[in-house]
């Protein structure tokens, strides 16, 4: 890329312009340098996205403004919560191979590749959510939904647990 910049002249409603006015971006101050940042934001997400790595993190700088607001009301109310944590951690990652696809189009062995890094992820969000299940007291904001929600999955992991005590022969129920 060249760093010779093109004069260019555009004409935006009245609310777009309060909005770039408004727009707050690192090191960028005037409309012209909003747009140009605006303009790479562009470009990274086009090229970011096909690469499940580079994707992770732009996902995760799309989720930082509502997570930082999330941090803010949580410190205001004085709650917590790990669901949510956990969630911000794994989610981009997740939507990042998903949006991404597999790497060879036309490659059956990029398709089991790509359905095994998926099953991956998706089961350590599963560990997450279980182990979270398994704490008491669990920080969620509201613990008697969570604990509702998680009742189903609580009594497979039990059930798993017995089934591996019958299998060594701890367990003659």
Same mark, same amino acid.
């Given at each position: 890329?060249?760093? #010779?910049?093109?004069?260019?002249?555009?004409?935006?409603?009245?609310?777009?312009?309060?909005?770039?006015?408004?727009?707050?971006?690192?090191?960028?101050?005037?409309?012209?340098? &909003?747009?140009?940042?605006?303009?790479?934001?562009?470009?990274?997400?086009?090229? !970011?996205?096909?690469?499940?790595?580079?994707?992770?993190?732009?996902?995760?700088?799309?989720?930082?403004?509502?997570?930082?607001?999330?941090?803010?009301?949580? !410190?205001?109310? /004085?709650? &917590?919560?790990?669901?949510?944590? &956990?969630?911000?951690?794994?989610?981009?990652?997740?939507?990042?191979?998903?949006?991404?696809?597999?790497?060879?189009? *036309?490659?059956?062995?990029?398709?089991?590749?790509?359905? #095994?890094?998926?099953? *991956?992820?998706?089961?350590?969000?599963? #560990?997450?959510?279980?182990?979270? !299940?398994?704490?008491?007291?669990?920080?969620?904001?509201?613990?008697?939904?969570?604990?509702?929600?998680? /009742?189903?999955?609580?009594?497979?992991?039990?059930?798993?647990?017995?089934?591996?005590?019958?299998? #060594?022969?701890?367990?003659?129920?």
């Amino acid at each position: 890329m060249s760093g #010779k910049t093109v004069p260019l002249s555009v004409r935006v409603s009245d609310d777009d312009a309060v909005f770039l006015a408004g727009l707050e971006i690192d090191d960028a101050v005037t409309p012209s340098e &909003k747009l140009r940042a605006i303009l790479q934001d562009a470009r990274r997400q086009s090229t !970011g996205l096909k690469d499940a790595s580079e994707g992770g993190l732009l996902m995760r700088e799309m989720a930082t403004p509502a997570r930082r607001n999330v941090r803010r009301l949580e !410190g205001q109310l /004085k709650q &917590k919560s790990d669901l949510v944590l &956990k969630l911000y951690e794994r989610v981009p990652d997740i939507m990042a191979r998903l949006i991404a696809g597999p790497e060879v189009a *036309d490659d059956p062995d990029s398709l089991i590749q790509f359905e #095994k890094e998926l099953t *991956d992820q998706i089961a350590v969000l599963l #560990k997450d959510f279980t182990a979270l !299940g398994l704490t008491s007291p669990v920080r969620v904001y509201t613990e008697e939904n969570f604990r509702s929600e998680m /009742k189903p999955v609580i009594e497979l992991v039990e059930l798993l647990r017995h089934h591996q005590r019958v299998q #060594k022969g701890e367990d003659n129920e």
